[in-house]
């Protein structure tokens, strides 16, 4: 069956180590998107990309990376430089246009 | 700049009841606008996607009308079970997908 798949599930961070969150999606889908969650504030967009080898800033880029080296994959790096990373990321995936976004299942990110 | 709001936050109604969740938009250029349900820690699954030329899709207990010009979506959920409680959000889809904040739904058996 198609769909994204986030890894890991859960991931601890020291302060001051960069840390790589994987997305990968077998949906054949141009775009790809990185939004972080928190409790009482929805969903924001932190990179989005709908090609290879682009990527666009979204809302609340400072402190993370980004790569679109495959069609199929787009890692997020929470850098050090990410004062407040503990969240839920979610990674989701759409045809270019006027089409519905698919969502993996999360990756909860906490500093330790 | 869209903005999306989903109020009440949080609603509590008991087994088999229809009920109503609203959600308003600024910016009426959408190209659609999808209803998530998610689940505690869980990611988010799509319920329906209206398209910005049609007015409402159904699925199942789930019916979901669009409005543009007054900015206004809601998902009707009919004869509500304790297995919908979750939290629903409605994200509209311009440039990008804007999120609301997602009302918790309790359904007491």
């Known amino acids: 069956d198609g769909g994204i798949t986030q890894s890991p599930k859960y991931l601890f961070r020291k302060e001051g180590q960069n840390v790589t969150l994987s997305c990968e999606q077998n949906?054949?889908?141009?775009?790809m998107y990185w939004y972080r969650q928190d409790p009482g504030q929805g969903l924001r967009l932190i990179y989005y990309s709908q090609i290879v080898n682009d990527f666009q800033k979204g809302d609340i880029a400072e402190g993370y990376s980004v790569s679109r080296e495959k069609k199929e994959s787009f890692p997020l790096t929470v850098t050090s430089a990410q004062k407040n990373p503990t969240a839920f990321y979610l990674c989701?995936?759409?045809?270019?246009?006027?089409?519905?976004?698919?969502f993996g299942s999360g990756t909860r990110l906490t500093v330790v | 700049k869209q903005e999306v709001t989903q109020i009440p936050a949080a609603l509590s109604v008991p087994e088999g009841e229809n009920l109503v969740l609203n959600c308003s938009f600024t910016?009426?250029?959408?190209?659609?606008l999808q209803w998530f349900r998610q689940d505690p820690g869980k990611g988010l699954t799509s319920l329906l996607l209206?398209?910005?030329?049609?007015r409402e899709q159904t699925s199942g207990r789930l019916n979901a009308s669009l409005d543009k010009s007054s900015g206004r979506s809601t998902l009707y959920i009919a004869a509500s079970q304790p297995g919908d409680s979750a939290t629903y959000l409605c994200a509209g889809a311009n440039s990008k997908l804007t999120f609301g904040k997602g009302i918790t739904l309790s359904v007491r058996p």
């Open positions: 910016d009426s250029a959408i190209y659609n």
């Open positions: 989701a995936s759409s045809h270019t246009g006027d089409y519905g976004y698919t």
């Open positions: 949906l054949n889908h141009d775009a």
């Open positions: 209206i398209q910005s030329s049609q």
